[in-house]
């Protein structure tokens, strides 16, 4: 019996496109994440971690280095965020208690973007770009593969996943025009600002 199941996304499948066609979403929800919450299931069963919920498991995966487990937990999480966080009607961010967070931040919009963007580029092959909430201010961290800041005990409002299933289809080797037209096109910025604390 499988305990996690690949939660529905909450739009349809062509309707990121242009910005990510319905290709792209087909292979990385229908195919990638799936697989994520597959061989979690299949990790887990008659294992200590097979009653806990899916935070849980990412945070005492990776204390005890169970480096299967945290791949397959982490990148389940990881996506459930990635998928939420946008939307078909993703639109410019307006003035709001998160647009003044990152104005303190990061001095302005702009600048956020271009220093999530590099800071994608940064990342050495696979991983995530987050956002992260720690005090009272914001922060950008790349981190690899399946790692994400319930990991290192942070809250993530926003995660860009960089791994090149996520952009080559429709970038090709372009990851900076791909980060870049998710956080001007797609981003639904109501939900950010509702994961602030
Ligand atoms: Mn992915």
């Not at 593969?145 to 990991?151: F, I, K």
């Amino acid at each position: 019996m499988s305990k996690f199941l690949l939660p529905a996304l909450p739009y349809n499948e062509n309707s990121l496109s242009p910005i990510i066609s319905s290709a792209t979403v087909d292979l990385h929800y229908g195919k990638h994440h799936q697989a994520y919450y597959t061989m979690l299931n299949n990790l887990i069963e008659n294992s200590e971690y097979e009653n806990m919920s899916l935070d849980e498991i990412v945070i005492k995966s990776f204390q005890e280095k169970q480096q299967k487990i945290f791949n397959n937990a982490g990148q389940a999480w990881n996506h459930n965020l990635y998928w939420n966080q946008m939307s078909p009607n993703g639109k410019t961010i307006i003035q709001s208690k998160l647009s003044s967070k990152i104005e303190e931040s990061f001095e302005s919009f702009d600048n956020f973007v271009q220093q999530f963007t590099t800071a994608s580029l940064g990342v050495f092959g696979s991983g995530w770009t987050w956002l992260v909430e720690k005090d009272n201010t914001l922060a950008i961290m790349g981190l690899p593969n399946a790692e994400n800041p319930l990991a290192y005990n942070q809250h993530a409002l926003m995660g860009i996943d960089v791994w090149e299933h996520a952009y080559y289809l429709d970038y090709k080797n372009l990851r900076g025009d791909y980060v870049k037209a998710i956080l001007e096109n797609l981003i639904n910025w109501d939900f950010v600002e509702n994961r602030l604390t």
